[in-house]
C-alpha cells in the first residue's frame, strides 16, 4: 500500500491527512518514483492555506523530491529503473511514498549527492542559482541584502554570493539565527525583529545602498527593501513568508532611484532541459566542491507533515528541513 498527505480542503497544517493512494503505472514518457526523501518549502504553505490553487482537491502538496526510479514508461531512453534522481518541480505531489513523473523534469543525482541531501536542495538551490547568477550576476565586490537568511533558501544564498566574492548582508528573526547566518558567509546579520534593517544597511553600506535586494518575506519588508538598495539597484521579490506585497505605484521605483523590479519563479528559469541542466549542473558544482554546505537541521517523518509546516510557519527552523517517507 502507497501513502501520501492529502489535503481535501484548504486550511491550517491540520487539514493535511495521511491516507493510502493508488500510484499506478507510468505512462508514455513518464517514470514511477520510489520516494527516500521529500523536501519541505515555503511554497508548501501557500498550497496547503489556499494562497496558491491545487490543480484540483484533494490535492498533494509538495514540489521537491529524490528517489530511486522503480518502473520506467514507454519512450524514456534517458532514464532506467534504479536510478537515482531528484526534481523541484510542478505540478505539486511530493509529499508521498511513491508518485509518478515526467522523466524529462528528473535530474540523475551525481555520485557524491546523497538523496536526502538533493531533498533538501534543489528548490532551494536552484532558485539561489537563478537569483544570484541569472537575475543580478554577482560580482566580486557587490554587496547584497538576502532576508530570512538563516532560512533554507538563506543559507545557501549567503554561502553562494560569499564563494562568489560578495558583501553578504543578511536580516534574521534571532540572534541565534544570526550566529548561524554568520557561520554560512553571512558578514552582517541584522535582527530586523528589533533593528530597523533599512537604516542599518545604509550604515554598513556608507550610505551607498546594495547592488541587489532578495526579499522573499514580503509583505512586511517590501518598502523597506526599497530603501536599501543603491540608484538602479535590483529589486527582487520572491516570496511571501510575511503575506503577499501589497500593490504599489511604479513611480515610487523612479523616486527610489530608477530601481528594477521583478518578481520571479523558478520554475521559470528551469522549464526548459537545457535552464534545468544549468541550474542543476551549478548547484551540484558548488555543493560538490563545497563551497556550500546543505544544512538539514529538521526532518520529520512525512505522515507528521503537519508539525512540519506548524514549525516552519513559527519561524523554528533553520537551514532546510526533510520530509521521510
Ligand atoms: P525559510 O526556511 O526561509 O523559512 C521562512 C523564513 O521566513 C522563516 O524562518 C523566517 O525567518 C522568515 N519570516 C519572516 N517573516 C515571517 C512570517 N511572518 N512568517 C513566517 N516566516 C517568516 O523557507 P524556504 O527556504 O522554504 O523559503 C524562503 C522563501 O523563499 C519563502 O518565502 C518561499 O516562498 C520563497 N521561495 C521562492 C521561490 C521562487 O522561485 N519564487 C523558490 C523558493 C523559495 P526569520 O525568523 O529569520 O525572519
Known amino acids: 500500500m502507497t501513502h501520501a498527505i492529502r489535503v481535501h480542503e484548504t486550511g491550517g497544517p491540520e487539514v493535511m491527512r495521511w491516507e493510502s493512494i ?10 514511477r518514483l ?10 508548501d504553505v501557500y498550497f496547503r492555506t489556499g494562497l496558491y490553487p491545487f490543480p484540483s482537491l484533494p490535492g498533494t502538496p509538495g514540489m521537491e523530491a529524490a ?10 531512453t534517458t532514464l532506467a529503473e534504479g536510478d537515482r534522481v531528484a526534481y ?55 554587496r547584497i541584502l538576502i532576508h530570512a537568511a538563516a532560512g533554507g533558501v538563506g543559507l545557501i544564498v549567503c554561502q553562494w554570493a560569499k564563494h562568489l566574492g560578495a558583501t553578504v548582508i543578511g536580516t534574521v528573526g534571532s540572534d541565534e539565527k544570526a550566529e548561524i547566518a554568520r557561520a554560512h558567509g553571512c558578514d552582517h546579520p541584522i535582527v530586523y525583529t528589533r533593528e530597523d534593517f533599512a537604516a542599518r544597511v545604509r550604515e554598513i553600506t556608507g550610505g551607498e ?21 543603491r540608484p538602479r539597484g535590483m529589486m527582487v521579490t520572491f516570496g511571501n513568508a510575511s503575506g503577499p506585497v501589497p500593490p504599489f505605484e511604479p513611480i515610487l521605483l523612479a523616486k527610489k532611484g530608477s530601481l528594477f523590479l521583478t518578481r520571479p519563479t523558478l520554475f521559470h528559469y528551469t522549464s526548459t532541459p537545457e535552464d ?11 555543493v560538490g566542491s563545497g563551497a556550500v554546505r546543505i544544512e538539514i537541521n529538521q526532518t520529520y517523518a512525512l505522515k507528521d507533515a503537519a508539525q512540519a509546516h506548524k514549525d516552519l510557519e513559527g519561524r523554528k527552523t533553520t537551514g532546510s528541513s526533510v520530509l521521510l517517507p
Open 88 to 142: 523541484a518541480t510542478p505540478p505539486p505531489g511530493a509529499y508521498a511514498e511513491a508518485r509518478i513523473m515526467a522523466a524529462e523534469r528528473l535530474v540523475k543525482l551525481p555520485d557524491n549527492i546523497e538523496e536526502r541531501t538533493a531533498a533538501a536542495m534543489m528548490l532551494r538551490g536552484m532558485t539561489a542559482h537563478y537569483l544570484l547568477r541569472r537575475i543580478h550576476r554577482v560580482e566580486a565586490g557587490d
Open 67 to 76: 528517489g530511486v526510479v522503480e518502473a520506467v514508461g514507454e519512450g524514456v
Open 209 to 229: 545602498g546594495v547592488a541587489a535586494v532578495y526579499d522573499s518575506v514580503g509583505k512586511e519588508t517590501f518598502m523597506g527593501s526599497l530603501d536599501c538598495l
Open 22 to 31: 493508488e500510484v499506478g503505472d507510468p505512462g508514455p514518457g513518464e517514470v
Open 276 to 286: 534545468l541542466a544549468w541550474a542543476s549542473g551549478d548547484l551540484f558544482e558548488v
Open 34 to 43: 520510489r520516494q527516500t526523501a521529500v523536501g519541505l518549502n515555503f511554497i
